[in-house]
């Protein structure tokens, strides 16, 4: 069985600072998403991670993966508080064949950011 | 584009009550659709998954059913609520080739 496991949890932060979020995994992944979630809300895409070695870049957020230590990381650059929202992993598995073909997402529980003046 | 709506928004409904919270995407055919429930705690389960018109698949036991009547609907029912059913209800369609792009919800609270 999938597992996803983020660190850390709760993470508050001064606006201003850099810090990182952690998602590790216990299985080869075809591929790894990240999500913010409001208070309240949906989730919203972030980032979509296919390779080893990617990573992508929005404002002052950054995701790599690295598929050969099942991590991937989403650092936060000179934070602001705009930022503060739960952001979520989520490693899919590519199940089913051919027209019955389906993408399973098992998710982390998510890392509550909050971001103080 | 594409868009995804869920109905209603909220819901409180009593114990032993049905349901049915519905779920349909615009500008796709034939898309992959998913129920998924956050409880109170973050986590995300995948309920049900739907590869196409009939084709249901459940992914945990539990009080709840889902239906794909046409291409670009999903419903979600139950016919006796429980207490353990409250939660944050999401849609979502996508996740083969794209990340999964999800509907607004629906925070059902059963009292």
């Known amino acids: 069985e999938l597992k996803v496991e983020q660190n850390p949890l709760f993470l508050s932060m001064q606006e201003g600072k850099n810090y990182t979020i952690y998602c590790n995994y216990s299985?080869?992944?075809?591929?790894l998403y990240w999500y913010r979630q409001d208070p309240g809300k949906s989730l919203e895409s972030l980032f979509v991670?296919?390779?080893?070695?990617a990573v992508k870049q929005e404002g002052r957020l950054m995701a790599s993966l690295d598929t050969k230590a099942r991590l991937s990381t989403l650092h936060i650059t000179a934070a602001v508080h705009d930022l503060s929202a739960t952001y979520f992993c989520a490693v899919v598995l590519l199940r089913g064949a051919g027209g019955t073909s389906y993408g399973k997402l098992t998710f982390g529980q998510g890392t509550i950011l909050t971001v103080h003046p | 584009s594409q868009t995804i709506h869920q109905w209603p928004a909220t819901l409180v409904q009593p114990v032993g009550s049905p349901l049915s919270l519905e779920c349909t995407v615009e500008?796709?055919?034939?898309?992959?659709l998913y129920w998924y429930r956050q409880a109170a705690g973050r986590g995300l389960q995948l309920l049900f998954y739907s590869v196409g018109i009939g084709q249901i698949s459940s992914e945990v036991p539990q009080n709840l059913s889902a239906s794909r009547p046409q291409d670009r609907q999903f419903i979600l029912s139950s016919k006796k609520l429980l207490l353990s059913d409250s939660g944050f209800y999401l849609c979502?369609?996508?996740?083969?080739?794209?990340?999964?792009?999800f509907g607004n919800g629906t925070r059902l609270t059963v009292t």
């Open positions: 299985t080869t992944s075809d591929r």
């Open positions: 500008g796709t055919s034939n898309p992959n």
């Open positions: 979502a369609w996508g996740g083969l080739v794209s990340p999964l792009h």
């Open positions: 991670l296919l390779s080893n070695g």
